[in-house]
């Protein structure tokens, strides 16, 4: 009997969404992610609430481009190094599982004992590089010069492995070969902080992400923008028809006292600012929606769905919202709440400055929407 009224509630549900998209000349109806919910948490930062930068900060991490230290803290303002740079512009690709798998072919896993020296994020990040590198946003040169040591940095790099040995070496417990795979894990992830882990700059991020959106250079007369800074003669030459077209794009400018700081650092938030304007291009191109409209009506209701695990009925909150397009059209976004995880769907919602889930919508808010490659809406942006 209970069968026989869920499966007649069901029916009656999906009777009224059809008039309703019969009466709103509907088109497409999106549904949300399964791991909205983690997306959430991992957005939920405890240091970003009054930054300058926290809608981009929010916005890339609810596209799974910026993630958080682990911590519930982002670090805003900490310098950006070389290979954070490279691991956003691969994730901004959607190349990262890419960029994981080749470094899990190339790292050489070494017996340690009972100590842990390499990270799954040491052994990923040669993967990220590589990924970069045939990618043709690092070229063979820049490579060459990050990688290249002093004399003075070698031998800073040797003192430090030799300080740091003297725990190992007192442990009896150790082989000879433990003892030496540690010394050169020890060796590995000391000299990247000489090189990948020192801070880029902002003609390299300039360049690094012209070159990811395959921004065509400009030369000539036609060269502007480059004239108007203070310091454009600092910037590497053959830098300077890149920064030309990166500028003109608005995807990086100069400071409101005309300088671009060429050799300066950046930071995370500053990275994060730059992504963003940068992210519509390349998620666009991989194969994103980005629409924009109106919402018109919102529709809560619970529908009753089986578990396949355990063939019980569950009841699921759905929220549906009616959206009217900037071209006329209507879209609906689908979330629905439940407490397995099959039937559990939703987006972020960043509104108010602050990010949130399905339920934060409005009727008449106006938002832009991003729906990702495999047809789910990931991502809402509340614009007033």
């Not at 470094?103 to 842990?116: C, H, I, N, Q, V």
């Not at 980005?290 to 009841?315: A, C, H, L, P, R």
């Amino acid at each position: 009997m209970k069968k026989s009224i869920s499966f007649f509630c069901g029916i009656m549900v999906i009777f009224m969404l059809m008039l309703q998209s019969i009466s709103y000349g509907l088109g497409n109806s999106y549904t949300g992610v399964q791991n909205y919910e983690a997306l959430y948490k991992n957005c939920s930062f405890s240091d970003i609430k009054n930054h300058w930068a926290k809608k981009s900060i929010y916005k890339m991490s609810a596209l799974s481009v910026i993630r958080g230290m682990g911590d519930s803290k982002f670090y805003p303002d900490k310098k950006l190094t070389k290979e954070e740079a490279i691991i956003l512009l691969i994730r901004l690709m959607g190349l990262e599982d890419e960029a994981q798998m080749v470094g899990e072919k190339l790292m050489r896993e070494l017996d340690t004992g009972k100590y842990t020296i390499f990270s799954p994020y040491d052994y990923w990040i040669d993967g990220y590089i590589k990924v970069a590198k045939s990618k043709n946003i690092i070229t063979r040169e820049e490579l060459s010069k990050i990688l290249n040591l002093s004399e003075g940095q070698k031998e800073r790099i040797e003192q430090a492995v030799a300080e740091k040995m003297d725990v190992y070496m007192k442990d009896p417990y150790l082989t000879e070969e433990q003892t030496q795979n540690i010394e050169i894990a020890l060796r590995k992830k000391i000299e990247r902080s000489y090189t990948w882990g020192q801070a880029a700059t902002r003609e390299q991020i300039a360049i690094w992400v012209g070159r990811m959106l395959e921004i065509k250079p400009i030369h000539g007369e036609y060269l502007q923008e480059i004239y108007t800074l203070r310091d454009w003669k600092n910037i590497k030459p053959s830098y300077i028809a890149m920064v030309e077209a990166i500028m003109k794009k608005g995807i990086i400018k100069g400071d409101n006292k005309g300088y671009f700081k060429p050799k300066a650092y950046i930071t995370l938030a500053e990275m994060a600012a730059i992504l963003d304007k940068a992210s519509e291009q390349m998620l666009i191109k991989r194969g994103f929606k980005i629409i924009m409209g109106s919402v018109e009506n919102i529709d809560t209701f619970v529908t009753s769905e089986q578990d396949i695990v355990s063939t019980k009925f569950i009841g699921v909150q759905n929220r549906v919202f009616t959206i009217n397009n900037e071209d006329h059209s209507y879209t609906q976004l689908v979330s629905k709440e439940s407490d397995i995880d099959t039937f559990d769907r939703g987006f972020l919602v960043y509104k108010n400055g602050y990010i949130g889930l399905p339920k934060d919508i409005r009727i008449n808010d106006y938002i832009k929407y991003f729906i990702n490659e495999q047809g789910e809406v990931l991502f809402v942006e509340v614009e007033y």
